[in-house]
T-cell receptor, first 111, second 116 residues
């Protein structure tokens, strides 16, 4: 799997947009970008994933650069409940079943 | 409940004893994963099952760890002769594989294992 790089921590004010960056400069053409998050003492939760187009769902938006070497997860109106560790993962179809989690970004949403 | 169910939620055992952890995946999900997470650490992949294919055991840390999946549904992770370093949260996930590389995992709440 392509390696990803994320900042270890970020802060965001409640109600503001949280923009979480991820670098994946060695990504291959058939590899997807996934985002998961883990709220304290819970199992990880799927957020969103994409291949090359930007994606949006009820939780977040995923912006992937044209060269696909980086992406940004956007939480449009962060709440205190969004405080969690956010994992950016890159994975393709020829890499077996396992999803490898890095260290992620610890997002703290503050009132 | 439609989610991934794990039992027990907490397990305390003595060093040297064997333990079994159970995972009930979401009905119809063909892929099942085990991960573990030590205190303050990231998720460590252990094993992956997909349908009738041979499991990917590449993440199992030693031969004391084994897992099986019966009937393509329930899975059991067994740790023999537990050691204190086995203490961790063991997480199970399942996935409805549609297209390899384009699937999402649904995680259970985990089993907190404490080896005294």
């Amino acid at each position: 799997d392509a390696k990803t790089t994320q900042p270890p921590s970020m802060d965001c004010a409640e109600g503001r947009a949280a923009n979480l960056p991820c670098n994946h400069s060695t990504i291959s053409g058939n590899e997807y970008v996934y985002w998961y998050r883990q709220i304290h003492s819970q199992g990880p939760q799927y957020i969103i994933h994409g291949l090359k187009n930007n994606e949006t769902n009820e939780m977040a938006s995923l912006i992937i650069t044209e060269d696909r070497k980086s992406s940004t997860l956007i939480l449009p109106h962060a709440t205190l409940r969004d405080t969690a560790v956010y994992y950016c993962i890159v994975r393709g179809p020829n890499q077996g079943g396992k999803l490898i989690f890095g260290q992620g970004t610890e997002l703290s949403v503050k009132p | 409940g439609a989610g991934v169910s794990q039992s027990p939620s907490n397990k305390v055992t003595e060093k040297g004893k064997d333990v079994e952890l159970r995972c009930d995946p979401i009905s119809g999900h063909t892929a099942l994963y085990w991960y573990r997470q030590s205190l303050g650490q990231g998720l460590e992949f252990l094993i992956y099952f997909q349908g009738n294919s041979a499991p990917d055991k590449s993440g199992l840390p030693s031969d004391r760890f084994s897992a099986e999946r019966t009937g393509g549904s329930v899975s059991t992770l067994t740790i023999q002769r537990t050691q204190q370093e086995d203490s961790a949260v063991y997480l199970c996930a399942s996935s409805p594989i549609r297209q390899a590389g384009n699937e999402k995992l649904f995680f259970g709440s985990g089993t907190q294992l404490s080896v005294l």
